[in-house]
């Protein structure tokens, strides 16, 4: 059902302002719509009009009239198919539509227009779903609207009198907690709560018996049957009146005996299986209703199990406030209560830690004390194994059919009490029971059959000329003009005009009877017309004998009878109205939207009632639309076919209206008129009657209101006419579905009108009849048809229907016309067939149709194509429902259809679920394949177990069978509200939410005990993956959500991570142990490492990928999983570096394996790389990256020593060519500069070279060969390196600075120093170390030689780079060893005071004394020369000890470069023993200007003077002229040391300086820094 919404907004005409006052007039299919008419060339009229309609193939006719004096005229027609108008929720601007002229008829229908017209108009018309309340509204209706359903009870059969009655805990929940509640039309209308009040088909209880251990004793087939063999449960509302006429239960509901009203029986339920829910199985929900106003919980009625006996008792009731007040649970209470999926599982966990503990207990008997929590597991070597048995894709079985909730069966026996449950609430109704009443309208009904209205004589009007004033019978106007005035009927003489002969109702026959019998000397033609009716009636008889017999088998009468019935109702036919009469009580109440005729925009309306020719009139109400007369006329009626002509004026008191009085009788305003048949009006009725026009050329709006009580002489406690067609309607209904097998029959009827078709011939010939007899309005007609459809709206086609019948009552009350200001709701309240009741029709339907919606996989089985449609009409009904609620009740916030239909479904869903989840291994077996091992699995163990996760397996199949048949049958069908119900969508997250809730607790219980093995768990987890991306993932409210589920099974997760750990490392040392064996040849031709590697990374790849797999959309899980992995990939690898180290050096012999395996350690780091990046790369969490970095560092320290141990063993082989290089560079003689300007001397020394260098060459070349072959590009650099660095060291150490032959260099200068007395034997080791100091010569030969290493070991870039090479601090100490052979002795002097800095080290940790040192620095401005003056103050605290004189004298020593000229040293006078003597002296200094102070340094020696020998040296301190430049002068003390402290720099210049025999500054240096004072001397 599609609500298209039209706003007519304005329009732009062509012509002048005051040539137009126009009106809209909008038509679809039979509904018409009227805009008020607006003056003027631009009128903007801004008015809202709705249409229902399910036909998207009709066109909207839009016509633009314009009022005129006698006629109006159209001005334009726009027809717009409903196919191309949009959908839309809001309003839009509208659009300028251009009016044609002429309209196009296809098959009589309009097609489309043609001559376009310059007038336009804006409309604005959408598509739209009924109503969009704001929760606000919605919220303050629900405080005002206080309506609950509560449940009755139930009466149940006795399946099984051995079982044992229970009933749900007082405090327990029913499974539909969270439908909501509907509501009643109309809150102001008291409604009685006494009765019951729905069908027997709509709403079944909850029951399960139980045994005392926990378990049911019951067979599932036999708890099945018993399910579906409940009665339903009887909904008491102390808000609605009961459809007491409309349909009862089926049986009556019972409680048990000895329990009052509102206190449910004390009982306690358990669950049918391990972890079962408490709901129903199979069965209707239970609507457990929450408060909107409070949040309090309105508890269910009790729902006991009763014998037979107990059923026949009277019924009765529960109060919904007693039982909230008495047997619910407060909102506290229930709060506390642990939530049902956590009860579900208590039973199962407690029997099955009883089962743990004396397992456990059994095994530690058994191991002696010893348990093992994975003995049931597979081994932890079989890897294989261990990961096959995890499915990263599992496959889902297709089922073989749908999944009813109950069996065919059951649907049978539940259709049969459905149509049983019909039967009984149509007996029951007053009308069906009534035989008084029934008498009455079988009567009355062969009166209107046997000469019906349809049939009556017509009159035969001639013109006709009036000779004296004359009135017309229907208007009463005079006929005008001087001839010709009107038409008079040649049978029966009535006068009328021309116009008003077609609004003549009155049968000729009849009325030339009752003329002729009141005349004198008129019997033969009255016995004529007489008998022209007896035989009209005869012929009737004859030809429609169908319809009286139909009549005698509803109403049960005899033949006798009927036939006696019949020839009286003939005669009283044939004596018309003359023996008839009847009183009437006629009050004027109001009326309403009055047609404006006075120029101040209002009227002043009286009224007059004329029946017959007694006319009586109101009083005038001044300026008022919405006048209240509330007055009462008194009338005797002697004529049935009378009328009551009730007409509304508008006084007026001016010259006009007098002038206009003396012309004719009507000198006032025409305001409208309603005219009634007597013979229509019985009993009582408050009704409003339209004012409809008398001419054309009236204007009139607006609906007066009528209090008409008639008595009719013999008839004075008969019921109303509608009263009677009630009765008719409701017995000739309930024998055609009686005859027709208790089911209704559709009948065949198209077309627009083809609503009004209630039944075939000749019902419904009887029930037009009986309505055109005595004025019963169609509308009347079909509100009566719909309550009769109300009982049968579970047939098949019956919910189409209605829905259309709803929707044309609907149409009819909704669609207000320009000739009526009157509300829907109002049109409404004035309806004969009584607002409360039809209200109360609707709400009990809605009522029903939600919990016959809430079951729909029970009742609209997707196996059942016709069901499926009646399902699509059950919920466009209840669209109807709801707009009629909206539009004609005018309730501001009607309960949403579209909500309503989703709660249903998802409360459908709810016990979907239950019911697969306590049946689920029945379930299994009968839609997949029979479980063989079923037989193996116990009866408790069925449902979940902590044993076995196959339970989960199984109901998984079933959930997604479920959702699929949602998505592929009910979908399609239940698409009327595309935005708020997708049903597969719907169906995908209902079943989730409700599975989720229960493997949550599952894995939670399962982490405690951990009884399955975790492949299982594994398994499992895919499984659950699976579901949630196929169908959950894209759902609302999930779509674009992190899933929990990957938090439940973490544990799990990481457990199996933790086997994974010891899975691998025991794969690593298998392969390892194998890779051994083989002597870790290389595991292909192309590859340079061995089969170990490519083990492990393969058992490490095939771990991850299991993880990967999982797909985990949760980005703090996977940090964990990632962070696991990495620790795992961690302990591998580093077990096999370690085990690799451990065993590296017995390889080292064999270069080839020794090669292989730190091939293997660098395909440790690659294939770490490749890990990395498949985990994430930069993306990866740091933690987890971090332990991957440090572990690739680890490895690489691992190469690194490897690669060192490696090179460290060829090092003897190194050392010994480097010798034999050495021995040939010696031999190369020439002494002076030479000059490699020459290209000549270039190759000779080139060739000299080559030779020199030949020995380490040959044994490079034969070992990088091989190398180059069985290395990796990678392993082979660390190992040049490591030899470059060896190469190198060598040949620093071995030819450049070779060591001293006995002692080293500094014990070799420092006795030389010491024994200056025996300077030969001094000059004679030097000479000896001649032989090991570098020619010029040697030294361009080394340096070329250099350079062939290096381009040897670059290797054309295939080797180390040429920036390593060259920045190699070993080639840099090298190259600078041979530098110091060629630099000056002021420049080796200058380098070494720069860079021996911490030359007083020894006075500080082992001080001899200290000297009081004064020193000033001055630059002459002029020259920059530098003169230092130092100034010795005193000495103090000198440890020596002698037994003869101590003479301390201080001798200070300037060192630098260019002072070969200037005086180097100054001594102070000595001080005869004292060891602290001043002396006060002060010595100068000239340092020149080619350098600057920071190359100098003071030497202060303090000596003990000795006469014949050398002095002793007492100690020795260094001041270095940098530290006083800034300040320009320095006095302190200084700590005398034994000796000077040098590093390696310091020795090889000084070594280097020892051999230059010829310098006397570099003797003088060498000595002064050598000298050391001598333990010797201490004693």
């Known amino acids: 059902m599609s609500l298209l919404c039209i706003c007519v907004r304005k329009a732009r005409l062509v012509g002048a302002a005051e040539k137009f006052q126009t009106y809209v007039t909008l038509k679809l299919q039979n509904a018409k719509s009227t805009t008020i008419a607006v003056k003027g060339n631009s009128p903007s009229w801004e008015q809202d009009f709705i249409f229902e309609t399910e036909r998207m193939d009709m066109c909207l006719v839009v016509e633009l009239w314009n009022k005129g004096m006698l006629w109006d005229s159209l001005l334009g027609t726009v027809v717009t198919p409903l196919q191309n108008i949009p959908q839309s929720y809001e309003e839009g601007p509208g659009g300028w539509y251009s009016l044609d002229a002429e309209v196009l008829m296809k098959n009589d229908v309009i097609s489309g227009t043609k001559s376009p017209t310059n007038h336009q108009i804006m409309l604005d018309m959408r598509f739209e779903v009924p109503y969009n309340i704001p929760d606000e509204e919605a919220f303050l209706l629900q405080q005002k609207l206080e309506a609950f359903n509560a449940l009755a009870d139930q009466e149940v059969p006795n399946v099984d009198a051995e079982l044992q009655q229970r009933v749900r805990p007082p405090g327990q929940q029913s499974m539909s907690d969270d439908v909501d509640s509907d509501y009643t039309s109309d809150g102001n ?24 251990d926990g378990f049911t004793d019951q067979s599932p087939e036999i708890f099945l049957q018993e399910e579906r063999e409940q009665n339903v449960l009887s909904l008491q509302n102390e808000d609605f009146q009961p459809m007491d006429d409309l349909y009862h239960d089926a049986c009556d509901a019972r409680l048990p005996q ?16 391990t972890g079962s829910r408490q709901s129903l199985v199979g069965s209707r929900q239970s609507l457990l209703l929450d408060s909107p106003v409070n949040g309090s919980r309105i508890s269910s009625a009790t729902v006991s199990r009763q014998s037979t006996a107990e059923s026949e008792q009277p019924p009765s009731t529960v109060s919904p406030r007693e039982s909230d007040k008495d047997g619910a649970l407060t909102e506290e209470e229930s709060s506390e209560s642990p939530t049902p999926a956590r009860l579900r599982w208590q039973n199962a966990i407690a029997k099955v830690r009883l089962q743990i503990r004396q397992e456990k207990e059994a095994e530690i008997e058994r ?18 194994h261990f990961y096959s048995n995890i499915d990263a894709m599992p496959e889902i079985m297709k089922r073989k059919k749908s999944i009813p909730l109950v069996s065919e069966l059951a649907m049978s026996l539940a259709a049969m009490k ?37 049939s009556t004589t017509p009159h035969n009007f001639e013109m006709w000329t009036a000779t004296t004033p004359t009135y017309c019978y229907e208007c009463e106007g005079l006929l005008w003009g001087i001839a010709r005035q009107g038409v008079r009927c040649t049978e029966c003489g009535v006068k009328c005009h021309e116009k008003c002969k077609d609004l003549l109702n009155a049968d000729c026959l009849q009325r030339a009877a009752e003329k002729a019998s009141s005349k004198h000397g008129a019997e033969d033609k009255t016995q004529n017309i007489i008998s022209a009716m007896r035989d009209r009636m005869k012929i009737r008889e004859r030809n429609k ?36 009469s009847a009183k009437l009580a006629i009050s004027v109440v ?113 609906a007066i209101r009528l209090r008409i009580s008639v008595e009719i002489k013999g008839e004075e406690k008969v019921a109303s006419y509608y009263a009677q067609y009630t009765c008719l309607h409701e017995n000739l209904f309930h024998y055609l579905c009686e005859k027709n097998g208790g089911m209704y029959k559709i009948p065949d009827a198209k077309g627009d009108d083809a609503w009004k078709i209630y039944f075939d011939e000749p019902a419904q010939e009887i029930v037009d009849e009986f309505a055109m007899r005595y004025g019963i309005e169609s509308i009347y007609q079909a509100m009566t048809h719909f309550s009769c459809l109300c009982s049968k709206y579970m047939c098949p086609g019956v919910p189409a229907l209605m829905s259309t019948l709803l929707a044309n009552i609907n149409a009819f009350y909704a669609h207000t016309s320009a000739s009526t200001n009157v509300s829907a709701s109002d049109r409404f309240a004035a309806s004969n067939f009584g607002k409360e009741r039809f209200v109360k029709l609707l709400d009990q339907l809605h009522n029903s149709l939600r919990i016959d919606l809430s079951m729909y996989r029970n009742n609209f089985p997707a196996s059942n194509p016709e069901k499926l449609g009646d399902l699509k009409s059950t919920v466009d009904l209840l669209t109807s429902i709801t707009f009629f609620r909206m539009k004609v009740q005018e309730l501001q916030s009607p309960p949403r259809a579209g909500t309503v239909v989703k709660e249903c479904v998802k409360a459908c869903l709810k016990s979907t679920y239950q019911y697969i989840f306590d049946n689920c291994y029945e379930l299994h077996e009968r839609e997949f394949a029979p479980d063989k091992d079923k037989d193996k699995v116990p009866l408790e163990e069925r449902g979940p177990s902590l044993k076995s996760l196959d339970f989960w397996t199984k109901l998984i199949n079933l959930v997604v069978s479920v959702i699929d048949e949602d998505k592929a049958s009910y979908t399609p069908v239940l698409n009327q509200f595309p935005s708020e119900l997708n049903v597969g969508e719907l169906s995908a997250a209902t079943m989730w939410e409700l599975f989720s809730q229960d493997i949550k607790f599952a894995l939670e219980e399962h982490d405690q005990h951990r009884l399955c093995p975790v492949t299982d768990y594994m398994n499992l987890h895919f499984r659950v993956k699976w579901l949630y991306n196929e169908y959950v993932a894209k759902v609302p409210p999930y779509k674009g959500t992190v899933p929990e589920y990957p938090r439940w099974y973490e544990p799990f997760v990481l457990l199996w991570l933790t086997e994974n750990d010891k899975v691998s490392l025991e794969y690593l040392h298998g392969a390892l142990d194998r890779d051994r064996k083989d002597g870790f040849q290389q595991s292909s031709e192309h590859a340079l490492f061995s089969c170990s590697v490519v083990d492990v990374f393969t058992q490490l790849n095939q771990s991850f990928d299991i993880v990967k797999k999982l797909e985990c959309p949760d980005p703090e899980v996977t940090k964990h999983y990632m962070k696991r992995f990495a620790a795992t990939v961690n302990t591998v690898l580093l077990e096999y570096a370690n085990i690799v180290q451990k065993e590296f050096d017995q390889y080292c012999a064999e270069e080839k394996k020794a090669c292989v395996l730190m091939n293997n350690i660098q395909q440790l780091r690659v294939q770490l790389e490749k890990v990395f990046e498949s985990m994430g790369g930069d993306k990866l969490d740091p933690e987890a990256g971090d332990i991957l970095k440090e572990l690739q560092v680890k490895l690489n320290n691992v190469l690194d020593e490897l690669s060192q141990v490696f090179a460290n063993s060829l090092e003897p082989q190194i050392k010994e060519a480097v010798v034999s290089m050495g021995n040939q560079l010696s031999k190369i003689k020439g002494a002076g500069n030479i000059s490699l300007n020459q290209p000549s001397a270039r190759n000779n020394v080139a060739q000299e070279a080559d030779v020199v260098i030949k020995p380490l060459m040959d044994l490079l070349d034969k070992n990088l060969t091989l190398f180059a072959k069985v290395c990796e590009k990678t392993v082979l650099k660390r190992i040049l390196k490591e030899l470059w ?19 080293s260099g500094s014990q070799l200068l420092l006795s030389a120093a010491k024994e200056l007395a025996h300077f030969s034997q001094f000059k004679q080791d030097m000479n000896q170390e001649d032989a090991k100091n570098l020619s010029p010569r040697q030294c361009a030969v080394l340096d070329s030689a250099l350079d062939t290493i290096k381009q040897y070991f670059h290797a054309g870039g295939n080797g180390l780079k040429k920036t390593f090479l060259e920045k190699s601090p070993d080639l840099q100490s090298l190259k600078y060893a041979l530098s110091l052979y060629t630099q000056t002795t002021d420049t080796l002097i200058k380098t070494f005071v720069q860079t021996q800095t911490q030359q007083d080290q020894p006075s500080v940790d082992d001080p001899q004394g200290e000297v009081s040192i004064q020193v000033d620095l001055f630059t002459h401005p002029g020259t920059g020369e530098h003169k230092v003056t130092v100034k010795v103050v005193a000495a103090n605290d000198l440890k020596w000890q002698t037994t003869g004189m101590f003479r301390p004298f201080v001798e200070v020593n300037l060192i630098g470069p260019h002072l070969s000229d200037k005086r180097r040293k100054h001594s102070t006078k000595s001080k005869s023993n004292n060891w602290s003597p001043k002396y006060n002296e002060t010595f100068h200094f000239i340092l020149g200007n080619e350098d600057e102070p920071d190359a100098f340094e003071l030497h202060i020696c303090v000596k003990d003077y000795c006469f014949a020998r050398e002095d002793r040296l007492i100690g020795v301190a260094v001041m270095q002229l940098r530290d006083i430049v800034e300040a320009g002068s320095c006095a302190c003390w200084c700590a005398l040391g034994r000796n000077v402290h040098l590093d390696e720099t310091g020795w090889t210049i000084l070594r280097i300086l020892s051999q230059r025999s010829n310098d006397e500054v570099a003797k003088e240096f060498v000595k002064l820094k050598s000298e050391t004072r001598s333990d010797m001397e201490l004693g």
């Open 189 to 212: 209308v008291p409604y009685d709560s006494q009765q019951n009040n729905i069908s027997a088909h709509q709403c079944r209880g909850i029951y399960q018996a139980h045994s005392p």
């Open 258 to 273: 000895g329990q009052e009203s509102g206190h449910p029986p004390r009982a306690t339920q358990t669950n049918k299986t």
């Open 367 to 384: 191991t002696g004390g010893r348990t093992s929590h994975w003995s049931g597991l597979l081994p932890m070597g079989n890897a294989e």
């Open 418 to 454: 459905r149509q049983q449950g019909i039967h009984s609430a149509m007996a029951t109704r007053s009308s069906l029971n009534d035989e008084e009443l029934k008498q009455h309208v079988y009567k009355k009904t062969l009166q209107a059959l046997i000469y019906p209205i349809s």
């Open 545 to 580: 004998p169908e319809i009286f017999e139909l009549i005698k088998e509803v109403f049960s009468v005899d033949k006798t009878s009927h036939a006696g019935h019949m020839k009286a109702v003939k005669q009283s036919v044939l004596d018309g109205t003359s023996k008839w």
């Open 590 to 702: 109001s009326a309403q939207g009055l047609c404006p005729k006075d120029k101040t925009g209002t009227s002043d309306p009286y009224v007059t009632v004329q029946v017959g020719r007694v006319k009586k009139r109101t009083r005038t109400v001044i300026q008022d639309l919405n006048p209240v007369w509330d007055e009462k006329f008194y009338f005797e009626c002697h004529n049935s076919s009378d009328r009551i002509k009730v007409r509304v004026w508008d006084e007026d008191d001016d010259f006009k209206s007098k002038l206009k009085q003396k012309l004719s009788r009507e000198s006032d305003d025409f305001l409208g008129q309603t005219i009634i048949e007597v013979r229509t009006l019985s009993g009582e009725m408050d009704v409003w009657y339209n004012l409809d026009k008398r001419t054309d050329r009236s204007s009139v709006s607006g």
């Open 1285 to 1303: 660095r060896i190469v190198m060291n060598t040949m620093e150490k071995t030819v450049v600075l070779p060591p001293l032959t006995d002692i």
